[in-house]
């Protein structure tokens, strides 16, 4: 399961799933055509991807708990 905290404030979120299939998303990086690396979550069965959370003005450090 991934789990995201904010290093300012302590706020998490955990247990994002797909709505199409119910998979947990899994943390991933997707790089800019600038070259820059942004955090999305995505679906493991390749249903789509999202930013990773932002909280206090700032992406969220993931973990990962298997």
């Known amino acids: 399961m991934v ?3 904010c290093e300012t404030c302590g706020m998490g979120v955990t247990g994002m799933s797909c709505a199409k299939c119910g998979e947990a998303l899994v ?3 997707i790089t800019k055509d600038d070259g ?5 979550s995505k679906c493991p ?3 789509g991807q ?3 959370p932002m909280c206090c003005g700032n ?4 973990s990962v708990e298997n």
């Open 3 to 5: 789990d995201y905290t």
């Open 50 to 52: 999202i930013k990773s």
């Open 45 to 47: 069965d390749g249903h």
């Open 36 to 40: 820059t690396q942004v955090a999305v």
């Open 59 to 62: 992406d969220m450090g993931c």
């Open 27 to 29: 943390h991933d990086h």
